[in-house]
């Protein structure tokens, strides 16, 4: 058994300078390389008084508009409202948590918890989509 390293820093479809596909497992059904990477995510502590990105990708900054809602600002934005798709938690409460697409270049977290209302929390989230 012989062990390569290949070294690249661009690949390149070649019928499709954007598309590469990846054979799945067992030989099944292709995947779409880039249909299938994570464009954005974000590790926020909102239990600050201004909340932090405390690790992210693709962010470029955070706005915290009020108790428990949050904006992302992307860097690079996606290529419409509706070309992205997103998931979201809350690390240390037991509320609802959502996010909810505000425009191609930002998405709005938020955590809420019966009862209570909006509560200032710790959230994580990712968004898959088409970049621009």
Not at 3 to 21: D, V
Request: net charge negative; hydrophobic share 35%.
């Amino acid at each position: 058994l012989r062990m390569s390293t290949l070294l690249l820093n661009t690949l390149t479809g070649k019928t499709s300078a954007g598309s590469i596909n990846v054979t799945g497992e067992g030989g099944s059904t292709p995947t779409n390389l880039q249909q299938g990477l994570v464009k954005v995510w974000a590790h926020v502590d909102g239990t600050t008084t201004d909340a932090s990105i405390v690790d992210s990708f693709n962010v470029g900054s955070i706005t915290d508009s009020d108790v428990g809602r949050y904006l992302l600002n992307f860097t690079n934005s996606f290529s419409g409202t509706n070309n992205y798709a997103t998931a979201v938690q809350s690390i240390d409460a037991n509320g609802y948590e959502w996010a909810v697409r505000q425009s191609a270049s930002q998405v709005r977290f938020a955590n809420y918890e019966g009862g209570t209302g909006y509560v200032d929390v710790v959230m994580e989230g990712n968004i898959c989509g088409d970049l621009a």
